[in-house]
């Protein structure tokens, strides 16, 4: 069993920063791959950031490739996404998630675990 509790989450203006982190617990969190997902208002949840259990592999939603930065520390069971110029569209409630397995998955049905998400709010 993996529990996943997330934070981080605001109210930031376009252009700007934030750091969401995933804090996971179960002595297999190394083991698992893990992923940020997220669901806008009216919207179908959506991948946006995936990373295998080592840490040296990273898949991304086009969407934010090259502004988000999914990251581990398996020492201290945390995930991070580092979101940088962000905009409007990428208002969400942001989950993390994790699934058994090795490969970097990017629909909601591979998954095993959920956090509860923290809601992400741009302004223009």
């Known amino acids: 069993q993996v529990q996943l509790v997330e934070s981080g989450g605001g109210l930031v203006q376009a252009g700007g920063s934030l750091r969401l982190s995933c804090a996971a617990s179960?002595?297999?969190?190394?083991?698992?791959?893990m992923a940020w997902f997220r669901q806008a208002p009216g919207k179908e949840r959506e991948f946006v950031a995936a990373?295998?259990?080592?840490?040296?592999?990273?898949r991304y939603a086009d969407s934010v490739k090259g502004r988000f930065t999914i990251s581990r520390d398996n020492a201290k069971n945390t995930v991070s996404l580092q979101m940088n110029s962000l905009k409007p569209e990428d208002t969400a409630v942001y989950c993390c998630?994790?699934?058994?397995?090795?490969?970097?998955?990017?629909?909601?049905?591979?998954?095993?675990?959920w956090g509860q998400g923290t809601r992400v709010t741009i302004s223009s």
């Open positions: 179960g002595r297999t969190f190394s083991r698992h791959v």
């Open positions: 990373i295998n259990w080592r840490g040296d592999i990273t």
């Open positions: 998630a994790a699934r058994n397995g090795i490969v970097l998955q990017v629909t909601n049905d591979e998954y095993d675990y």
